[in-house]
């Protein structure tokens, strides 16, 4: 009986499509792995694009659809050209690619205390193990590692016309200056007032603010711990007083070489 469900499901287009969504020639991509800041930057992008359909939880998915939580019929249904958000690795389908890249060392505990949210871990959970998990793939989700997923796109769409690469670091610490190339890229002609108001509206105050409210409507966060926050310091650099020595010698040792080319070691994070 489960099986018909799905399959009934999946020949009406009713199911979620994940990474074999239908993609079409002026779809543009907003890339990351997990905890890497996807969803401040579709805030950003969202209410620059959408400042009159005033972004908000309960509409994020409309404005900025995530394949994994709409459905493959609601997705060829909206209106073009789409910007979609996704966290897939490499896919040569993908034409125009926002990519947004955060240091692994704050990744791990975005992820650990994430997968403490959705009750995938218990709390108090060993931090030491978790980063072994985070290494070896293991944390349960479908996007390889951090390497493997963020080198696919590195390496692969550096020197592509149609490719943007965004430290999430660069766009907290410059973030007019680094919305000013994303709006750029997207082809909208966005004045200094323009880019403030989308700076405002997706600040991580009123970001915390939504969620509070918001939370229940929201598919990343309707199922998980109500006493856990889903936006939390949304600052960079947690990981020199969080994360023990051996992990992040364990996380270098292993990635040293693509922390390195993005500026994460050697001086550069």
Same mark, same amino acid.
């Given at each position: ?5 799905? /399959? ?31 969803? #401040?930057?579709?805030?950003? +992008?969202?209410?620059? =694009? ?13 404005? =900025?659809?995530? &394949?994994?939580?709409? *459905? ?13 958000? $996704?966290?897939?690795?490499?896919? &040569?389908?993908?034409?125009? @690619? ?8 704050? +990744?791990?505990?975005?992820?650990? !205390? ?26 349960? !989700? ?8 963020? /080198? ?7 020197? !592509?016309?149609?490719?943007?690469? @965004?430290?999430?670091? *660069?766009?907290?610490?410059?973030? %007019?200056?680094? %919305? ?7 082809? *909208? ?12 509206? *997706?600040?991580?105050?009123? %970001? ?7 939370? !229940?409507? #929201? ?11 889903? +936006?939390? $310091?949304?600052?960079?650099?947690? #990981? ?14 292993? #990635?040293?070489?693509? %922390?390195?080319?993005?500026?994460? +070691?050697?001086?550069?994070?």
């Amino acid at each position: 009986m489960v099986d018909l469900i799905k /399959g009934t499901k999946r020949a009406l287009g009713l199911h979620s499509p994940g990474r074999n969504l239908d993609v079409f020639p002026d779809d543009t991509f907003l890339v990351s792995y997990p905890k890497s800041g996807n969803t #401040w930057t579709r805030f950003l +992008v969202a209410n620059l =694009i959408y400042p009159e359909r005033h972004p908000d939880f309960s509409n994020i998915n409309e404005l =900025i659809p995530d &394949p994994e939580a709409l *459905s493959k019929r609601h997705l060829n249904q909206l209106p073009r050209p789409r910007i979609l958000k $996704s966290h897939q690795y490499f896919d &040569p389908r993908y034409q125009k @690619v926002l990519c947004i890249v955060r240091d692994p060392r704050d +990744v791990v505990l975005a992820e650990y !205390h994430f997968q403490i949210k959705c009750r995938q871990i218990n709390e108090g959970y060993p931090l030491s193990d978790f980063v072994e998990r985070f290494l070896a793939n293991q944390t349960g !989700h479908r996007y390889g590692t951090w390497f493997d997923n963020v /080198g696919s796109w590195f390496f692969i769409r550096r020197n !592509h016309p149609g490719f943007l690469l @965004v430290r999430y670091e *660069s766009l907290q610490s410059d973030t %007019m200056g680094e %919305m000013d190339k994303i709006a750029r890229f997207f082809g *909208s002609a966005a004045d200094a007032k323009a880019l403030n108001f989308a700076i405002e509206q *997706s600040s991580a105050d009123r %970001m915390r603010e939504l969620e509070k409210q918001q939370a !229940h409507l #929201w598919s990343s966060t309707k199922d998980t711990r109500m006493d856990k926050p889903f +936006v939390r $310091s949304a600052k960079s650099g947690g #990981w020199r007083s969080e994360l023990p020595r051996e992990c992040v010698q364990q996380i270098e040792q292993a #990635w040293g070489s693509l %922390m390195s080319e993005l500026g994460y +070691v050697n001086g550069g994070g």
